[in-house]
């Protein structure tokens, strides 16, 4: 989902990466008071869009300096790319909200006539919770 890093050595992007990362983490804190329940998931590989987006927006926020940097340094492909990933995980957790449950699954899946199809259905159904980071709560 991230891009891959593009950084030269040079002393002005050294510190570029870390600055970015505790910004992150201190804003994903403080948008659930500090209690972690937004930067957990991410710690553990789980990528849910409450916590990224919200963490980055307050990056922008607190540290609009790092914005032009990272453009500078990364380009507009790859951040164009990670929109739309980004849009994507979204579009997932909202699908996800609705069909979370094995009952919804089930009913979603008897839309179509044959085992076959409903059983991919299902299993899109389950890509789309993994896609979604709504599998957290699984662990």
């Not at 050294?14 to 600055?19: A, C, D, Q, R, V």
């Not at 201190?26 to 409450?50: I, T």
């Amino acid at each position: 989902m991230f891009p891959k890093p593009s950084l030269a050595s040079s002393s002005e992007y050294e510190y570029l990466i870390p600055n970015i990362l505790a910004t992150t983490f201190e804003q994903m804190l403080l948008l659930d008071g500090g209690k972690g329940e937004s930067l957990k998931p991410f710690l553990q590989d789980v990528v849910q869009p409450k916590g990224l987006l919200g963490g980055l927006l307050g990056v922008v926020v607190t540290c609009p300096s790092i914005v032009p940097k990272i453009l500078q340094h990364v380009g507009p492909k790859p951040i164009i790319k990670w929109v739309g990933d980004v849009a994507a995980m979204v579009s997932y957790a909202a699908v996800n909200t609705f069909t979370n449950t094995n009952e919804a699954k089930n009913k979603v899946a008897s839309w179509f006539k044959t085992e076959p199809v409903r059983f991919r259905a299902r299993q899109a159904l389950d890509a789309i919770k993994y896609g979604s980071g709504g599998d957290f709560n699984d662990h």
